[in-house]
T-cell receptor
Framework: NAGVTQTPKFQVLKTGQSMTLQCAQD?????MSWYRQDPGMGLRLIHY???????DQGEVPNGYNVSRSTTEDFPLRLLSAAPSQTSVYFC???????????FGDGTRLSIL | AQSVTQPDIHITVSEGASLELRCNYS??????LFWYVQSPGQGLQLLLK??????LVQGIKGFEAEFKRSQSSFNLRKPSVHWSDAAEYFC????????????FGTGTRLKVLA
């Protein structure tokens, strides 16, 4: 049972490039979310989804896009990478939004 | 809207000493409360949760937390800290209403002295 799987684990991009961070869960959880973690700021919610076909913005959605075509997958797209998006990104899933979150191991992203 | 405050950014304790990490929340109804631990380079792991009932909840790794409604607090405690407890600890609130269903505090980094 893999839980929440994030790929890649590390990535370096140049300013202006685009990329997709992958997230997959095998627990049949309806609720999935993306966070970014920056020093001293805790985890900030980027986007979340309450089920396949339903997504919504979190606290810091600008510059990011998501889709949820299946229950298992919730990719995060950086449309045009900027240095301010250098961060550690975590994907999480849960049975419901207020229930305990299951986290992936994170993606460390550097934008040059 | 709900919010979570962890007033201590860093805490240093000696191995074997007791530990208390503070967490205050703001939410109009009874919240769902959580503590997570993050070791360096890892994701977050659930330590314990409070949904209802007994206000003192036990978690993994010898941790416990007490929900105090009158103080809007959910402090994490451990009677005797081990060097392996050095990590970052996050308090979180889950809400059944409101815009965001899950809010994290900014974290408390624990350092353990040998």
């Amino acid at each position: 049972n893999a839980g929440v799987t994030q790929t890649p684990k590390f990535q370096v991009l140049k300013t202006g490039q685009s990329m997709t961070l992958q997230c997959a869960q095998d627990m049949n959880h309806e609720y999935m979310s993306w966070y970014r973690q920056d020093p001293g700021m805790g985890l900030r919610l980027i986007h979340y989804s309450v089920g396949a076909g339903i997504t919504d913005q979190g606290e810091v959605p600008n510059g990011y896009n998501v889709s949820r075509s299946t229950t298992e997958d919730f990719p995060l797209r950086l449309l045009s990478a900027a240095p301010s998006q250098t961060s550690v990104y975590f994907c999480a899933s849960s049975i419901a939004g207020y229930q305990p979150q299951h986290f992936g191991d994170g993606t460390r992203l550097s934008i040059l | 809207a709900q919010s979570v405050t962890q007033p201590d950014i860093h805490i240093t304790v000696s191995e074997g000493a007791s530990l208390e990490l503070r967490c205050n929340y703001s939410y109009g109804a009874t919240p769902y409360l959580f503590w997570y631990v993050q070791s360096p380079g890892q994701g977050l792991q659930l330590l314990l949760k409070y949904f209802s009932g007994d206000t003192l909840v036990q978690g993994i790794k010898g941790f416990e937390a007490e929900f105090k409604r009158s103080q809007s607090s959910f402090n994490l405690r451990k009677p005797s800290v081990h060097w392996s407890d050095a990590a970052e600890y996050f308090c979180a609130v889950g809400a059944t209403s409101g815009t965001y269903k899950y809010i994290f505090g900014t974290g408390t980094r624990l350092k353990v002295l040998a």
